[in-house]
């Protein structure tokens, strides 16, 4: 066999990466590619290191659960606009609404930015200046958390996102702070990129919802100080088709407490990613999610991707998902604990559970540890099954009508993850939600 | 070894323990057999390969079938997905067949060996004469004459010195011999197994020995025959540079059942060696096969030098209804392991269970697990991997536990612990699991700790020092594997773990 032959047949084995040509350069020209005032560095660098590492293609490890088809097409199927009311989740609540049209802020829709205890400013806004807070860390949290696995989707945000929030949190504010997405037009391409600072001792709580763009891709960048908090909830449309991308990089420094909870609910393909890195002693991350997928409604495909680094002493790590999937819908979870070499008495866990409803569904997991310090406690779980046949029994047996003691069932798998809200009336209303979804009353 | 009955062996500790201990020596099997040796040039091409078949007196279709992997192989490129570190192999650097030069000639029987091959083996305490011997527990001759009896094949280097208690064994239908003898006189069952279950492409590693094994063993068990004695294969690379690529086959027709056991050893060399078998296992209906391994080839020195490189692939496919497999592993050797033995579970209600104990320390590293295949419905699966790391080593459990839509009511069960030994050491489990039907239950566990202080504590105050306390600790953490292993090797494999982890305390 000739050198050349050979030469041949080695690419498409050593890494599968072979992409269409120009498949990144079709999709960087169907984007608005801003200049940048204050990021204009981070941009630059961020794109030079996007042409340098390509889109994923579908033989990447990396995506081995999910197809990165969707979200490297050159643009987005369109989806009609939705006007229907506002996710009633969060409305009782006195909060400080931020809107976002297709990942634009809409300064009109929004409440003043003005909250005691929080700077806010936008990044389309901040960006006509040359300088700003926001400047050592817009793209620098996502640089950092592209080692040892790139992530170009969140490369491609840093470099194309037009606008977003810098917050910058200074004090323990009165309200939570709402972003709120709505879909402008039906072939939209959103990109936001959020910046968040909490100083230290300061707190902070983000709740997202409403319908975002026909594909979105949004990255936060959160950086906790000594003794910060921050406490993000997410939880978009339900039953919206979407395809999106979401990414959270988070540095958690000394005694600061990061929370995060998304509830997912029907129609969506996506994938979110959480890479935390715990820098600091006794720090604390929780991310959980809680879905729900019913593949009846549209295709559904879920994937939660999350990198926990302990680099410190005495970090605690949670990470707990739960995925109930019916009628084909395919749940992903991809999970890591890596704790460096001297960051001793780490405890951290990590549970991902699936409930299949039917034979149509799947659920792919791949839990990892990497541990190189000893003296720590680290564990996972993972478990895929159907109901519990004899606890529909008992249930039965109580005079629980079968379709109710499914969902009493479900409500309960689902229970460990709500238990990482900690707002004890947000968590009891998720749950009425949750319900009213599962024995499908109105939904919203 | 000292002696030990002079020693005092406190109440609930184990002989082996203390006697282990005692014995902190450095590798027990690095010493080396001066014998002379044919050797094919170094390198691999198509005329080693040729050669290589035409020294096994091979038939042209199997010289053929090699050339086929050869033509894939350099077509292939090394896997590198493990969380593995060495330097690159040059693989024209190696020797690829090595034979004694007494073998030339092959002896009718184990009385025409060279007596220096069978001192080896002895040494080794191997049992290579028919006698009622209890295997691999050296000091074993003076064990009660109740032992069980291992029918053993003996691969040297590159070939096979021969098989016991062949007679017998052929008396009750079985065939257990060494596979380029089945190669020459079993065709039609070579034929129609070998590549079944790893076919030629499989793999880098497993495309190159399908390439230029040249020995190994293979085992036929006709219908309804339980296996009238364990059987045996023990491996020894003595050659300097030699790469070793045994090719084992063993095939259980329906309703039979058989427990193969395996070991391996090297001498201490500075020097890399490559080692790459593969391990073929067909199981029909209401068939069942055990098969242990204790690895334990040369692991390197403390800084890590010289060792074994360990590239095997191992897999066993449950070709008809109700067939079972059992891997049962304890690696302690090797600088590199990289060992995913794999259970295909194609019948319906055919069983894979893989009980693991990995020992990496000093400079050692391990990627391995398994792969459960769930394709047949009602099937079932338990996985149990006791990873160990100690010294500069680093540990990986890799597995693979698939559930098909068909496979529905099919289980799964898997525990990875991991037990770290000091503080720069590196323990990863990195699971993956694909369930695609509802039926089915998977459930995965893994934990990562070291050994607990309290237990430690416990043991000093009874008055045992800190080695006997951690191989104490330690042989309660691997306890569920080593009750799996068949009584000889538990005992062995219970001093391995010993005398793997000495010097990683204190």
């Given at each position: 066999m000739?050198?050349?032959a050979v030469?041949?047949?080695?690419?498409p084995?050593?890494?599968?990466?072979?992409?269409?040509?120009?498949?990144?350069?079709?999709?960087?020209a169907?984007?608005?590619?801003?200049?940048?005032?204050?990021?204009?560095r981070?941009r630059?660098?961020a794109?030079s290191r996007?042409?340098a590492?390509?889109?994923p293609g579908?033989?990447?490890?990396?995506?081995?659960?999910t197809d990165?088809?969707p979200f490297?097409?050159a643009s987005?199927?369109?989806?009609?606009?939705?006007?229907?009311?506002?996710?009633?989740?969060f409305?009782a609540?006195?909060?400080l609404t931020?809107v976002?049209?297709?990942?634009?802020?809409d300064?009109?829709?929004?409440?003043?930015?003005s909250l005691e205890?929080?700077e806010?400013t936008?990044?389309a806004?901040a960006?006509?200046?040359?300088?700003h807070?926001?400047?050592?860390l817009y793209?620098?949290l996502?640089l950092?958390g592209?080692?040892?696995?790139?992530?170009?989707f969140?490369?491609?945000?840093?470099?194309?996102a037009?606008?977003?929030?810098?917050?910058?949190?200074?004090?323990k504010?009165a309200?939570?702070?709402?972003v709120?997405?709505?879909?402008g037009s039906e072939?939209?391409?959103a990109?936001?990129h959020?910046?968040?600072?909490?100083e230290?001792?300061?707190?902070?709580?983000?709740?997202?919802?409403?319908?975002?763009?026909a594909?979105?891709?949004?990255v936060?960048?959160?950086d906790?100080?000594?003794?910060?908090?921050l406490h993000h909830?997410?939880?978009?449309?339900?039953n919206?088709?979407?395809?999106?991308?979401?990414?959270?990089?988070a540095?958690v420094?000394a005694?600061?407490?990061?929370?995060?909870f998304?509830l997912v609910?029907?129609?969506?393909?996506?994938?979110?990613?959480?890479?935390?890195?715990?820098?600091?002693?006794?720090?604390?991350a929780?991310?959980?999610?809680?879905?729900l997928?019913?593949?009846?409604?549209?295709?559904?495909?879920?994937?939660d991707?999350?990198?926990?680094?302990?680099g410190?002493?005495?970090g605690?790590?949670?990470?707990?998902f739960?995925?109930v999937?019916?009628n084909?819908?395919v749940?992903v979870?991809?999970?890591?604990?890596?704790?460096?070499?001297?960051a001793q008495k780490?405890?951290?866990?990590?549970i991902s559970?699936?409930?299949?409803l039917?034979?149509a569904s799947?659920f792919?997991?791949k839990?990892?540890?990497?541990i190189?310090?000893?003296?720590?406690k680290c564990?996972?779980?993972?478990?895929?099954?159907?109901?519990?046949?004899?606890a529909?029994f008992?249930?039965?047996s109580?005079?629980?009508?079968?379709?109710?003691?499914?969902?009493?069932?479900v409500l309960?798998?689902?229970?460990?993850a709500l238990?990482?809200v900690?707002d004890?009336?947000l968590?009891?209303?998720i749950n009425?939600?949750?319900?009213?979804?599962?024995?499908?009353?109105?939904?919203? | 070894?000292?002696d030990i009955t002079?020693?005092?062996?406190?109440?609930g500790?184990?002989?082996?323990?203390?006697?282990t201990?005692q014995n902190?020596?450095?590798?027990k099997?690095?010493?080396?057999?001066?014998?002379?040796?044919?050797?094919?040039?170094?390198?691999?091409?198509?005329?080693?390969?040729?050669?290589i078949?035409k020294?096994?007196d091979?038939?042209?279709w199997m010289?053929?079938?090699?050339l086929?992997?050869?033509?894939r192989?350099?077509?292939?490129t090394e896997?590198?997905?493990?969380?593995?570190?060495?330097?690159?192999i040059?693989?024209?650097?190696q020797y690829?067949y090595?034979?004694?030069?007494s073998?030339?000639?092959?002896?009718?029987?184990l009385?025409?060996?060279?007596p220096?091959l069978?001192?080896?083996?002895e040494?080794?305490g191997?049992?290579l004469?028919?006698?009622m011997?209890?295997a691999?527990?050296?000091?074993?001759e003076?064990?009660?004459a109740?032992?069980r009896?291992v029918?053993?094949?003996a691969?040297?280097?590159s070939v096979s010195?021969g098989?016991?208690?062949?007679?017998?064994l052929?008396?009750?239908?079985v065939i257990?011999?060494?596979?380029?003898?089945a190669?020459?006189?079993h065709p039609?069952l070579?034929?129609?197994y070998?590549?079944?279950?790893?076919p030629?492409s499989?793999?880098?590693?497993?495309t190159?020995n399908?390439?230029v094994?040249?020995?190994?063993?293979?085992?036929?068990?006709?219908?309804g025959?339980?296996c009238p004695?364990?059987?045996?294969?023990?491996?020894?690379?003595?050659?300097e540079n030699?790469?070793q690529?045994e090719r084992?086959?063993?095939?259980?027709?329906?309703?039979s059942?058989?427990?193969y056991?395996e070991?391996?050893t090297?001498p201490?060399?500075?020097?890399?060696?490559?080692?790459?078998a593969?391990?073929?296992?067909?199981?029909?209906?209401?068939?069942?096969?055990?098969?242990s391994?204790?690895?334990?080839?040369?692991?390197?020195?403390e800084?890590?030098?010289?060792?074994i490189?360990?590239?095997?692939?191992k897999?066993a496919?449950?070709?008809?209804?109700?067939a079972?497999?059992?891997?049962t592993?304890?690696e302690?050797g090797?600088?590199?392991?990289?060992?995913?033995?794999s259970?295909?579970l194609?019948g319906?209600e055919?069983q894979?269970e893989?009980?693991s104990?990995?020992?990496?320390n000093n400079?050692?590293?391990?990627d391995t697990?398994?792969?459960?295949i769930?394709?047949?419905k009602?099937?079932r699966?338990?996985?149990v991997?006791?990873?160990i790391s100690a010294g500069?080593?680093?540990?990986t459990y890799?597995?693979l536990?698939?559930?098909?839509?068909?496979a529905?009511?099919?289980r799964?069960?898997?525990q990875?612990?991991?037990?770290?030994?000091?503080?720069?050491?590196g323990?990863?489990?990195?699971?993956?699991?694909e369930v695609?039907?509802?039926?089915?239950?998977?459930e995965?566990?893994?934990?990562?700790?070291?050994?607990?202080d309290?237990?430690?504590?416990?043991?000093?105050?009874?008055?045992?020092?800190?080695?006997?306390?951690v191989?104490l600790?330690?042989?309660g953490?691997?306890?569920?594997v080593?009750q799996?292993l068949?009584?000889?090797?538990?005992m062995?494999?219970q001093?391995?773990?010993?005398?793997?982890?000495?010097?990683?305390?204190g």
């Open positions: 000739s050198e050349s030469q041949e047949l080695q690419t084995q050593v890494s599968g990466t072979a992409r269409p040509a120009g498949a990144l350069d079709a999709r960087l169907q984007l608005d590619l801003p200049q940048g005032g204050f990021s204009a981070a630059a660098d794109l996007l042409r590492a390509g889109l579908p033989r990447d490890e990396y995506w081995r659960y990165p088809r490297t097409a987005p199927q369109a989806l009609p606009v939705d006007g229907g009311p506002e996710s009633p989740l409305a609540r006195d909060k931020l976002f049209v297709d990942g634009l802020f300064a009109a829709a929004s409440d003043d930015l205890g929080v806010i936008t990044l806004q960006d006509q200046a040359g300088s807070w926001a400047a050592d793209g620098a996502e950092a592209q080692s040892p696995v790139s992530r170009p969140a490369t491609l945000n840093t470099a194309a037009r606008d977003g929030l810098l917050i910058r949190v200074t004090g504010p309200k939570p702070v709402h709120l997405h709505r879909r072939g939209a391409d990109v936001w959020h910046v968040i600072r909490v230290s001792g300061a707190e902070l709580t983000l709740l997202e919802s409403g319908v975002v763009g594909r979105s891709n949004g936060i960048e959160a906790l100080a000594q003794g910060a908090k909830i997410t939880a978009k449309r339900a919206d088709p979407k395809v999106g991308l979401s990414h959270l990089f540095r420094g005694e600061a407490v990061l929370k995060s998304a609910v029907n129609g969506t393909t996506m994938r979110h990613e959480a890479i935390v890195d715990m820098v600091g002693d006794d720090a604390v929780h991310v959980a999610a809680a879905v997928g019913d593949g009846n409604v549209g295709p559904f495909h879920h994937d991707t999350v990198f926990i680094t302990h410190a002493l005495r605690e790590s949670r990470q707990v739960k995925k999937l019916k084909g819908a749940g979870f991809q999970g890591k604990i890596l704790v460096k070499n001297g780490t405890d951290g866990y990590q559970q699936a409930l299949l039917d034979e799947q792919l997991a839990p990892e540890l990497e190189y310090a000893d003296d720590v564990s996972h779980g993972s478990t895929t099954g159907a109901i519990d046949e004899d529909l008992y249930l039965r109580r005079g629980v009508p079968h379709e109710r003691a499914i969902v009493f069932l309960s798998f689902l229970a460990d238990e990482e900690e004890e009336t968590r009891d209303e009425e939600r949750l319900d009213a979804w599962l024995t499908d009353r109105p939904r919203g | 070894m000292t002079d020693l005092e062996v406190r109440e500790v184990d002989r082996e323990t203390v006697e201990v902190m020596g450095s590798y099997y690095g010493w080396n057999t001066e014998i002379e040796m044919d050797y094919a040039p170094k390198g691999v091409n198509e005329d080693i390969v040729r050669l078949s020294k096994n091979e038939p042209e010289t053929e079938w090699r086929e992997a050869y033509r192989w350099v077509t292939m896997p590198k997905w493990a969380m593995l570190n060495y330097p690159e040059d693989y024209q650097d690829y090595a034979r004694p030069a073998m030339t000639e092959k002896p009718k029987s009385d025409e060996v060279d220096k069978l001192a080896t083996y040494k080794l191997i049992p004469r028919e006698q011997i209890l691999g527990v050296e000091g074993a003076d064990a009660p109740e032992g009896r029918a053993v094949d691969v040297f280097d010195l098989t016991t208690f062949k007679d017998e052929a008396k009750a239908g257990f011999c060494s596979i380029s003898e190669i020459r006189e039609e070579v034929k129609r070998l590549g079944s279950v790893v030629q499989d793999n880098y590693f497993a190159l399908s390439a094994f040249s020995d190994g063993s293979f085992v036929y068990i006709p219908p025959v339980k004695m364990e059987l045996s294969t023990y491996f020894r690379i003595n050659a030699t790469g690529f084992t086959l063993i095939i259980a027709d329906k309703g059942h058989v427990s056991l070991g391996c090297a201490k060399r500075d020097t890399n060696q490559l080692h790459a593969v391990v073929e296992l067909v199981i029909l209906e209401d068939a069942e096969i055990k098969y391994t204790v690895q334990n080839w040369f692991p390197g020195d800084d890590g030098k010289g060792g490189y360990n590239f095997v692939t897999r496919d449950c070709r008809g209804d109700r079972k497999v059992m891997w592993q304890v302690t090797s600088a590199i392991t990289w060992k995913y033995p259970c295909i194609r319906n055919s894979g893989f009980y104990i990995a020992i990496a400079h050692q590293q391990a697990g398994t792969k459960m769930h394709l047949g009602n099937t699966s338990r996985i991997s006791k990873g500069h080593a680093q540990n890799r597995g536990v698939t559930m098909h839509p068909r529905t009511n099919s799964n069960y898997t990875c612990d991991s037990l770290l030994i000091g503080d720069k050491c323990a990863h489990t990195v699971p993956y699991i695609k039907n509802t039926s089915s239950r998977v995965h566990e893994a934990t990562t700790s070291k050994v607990d309290d237990q430690l504590f416990y043991c000093r105050s009874r008055g045992m020092d800190e080695e006997e306390a191989a600790v330690v042989n953490f691997c306890r569920e080593l799996a068949p009584m000889e090797f538990a062995e494999a001093a391995l773990v010993a005398i793997s982890l000495e010097g990683s305390v």
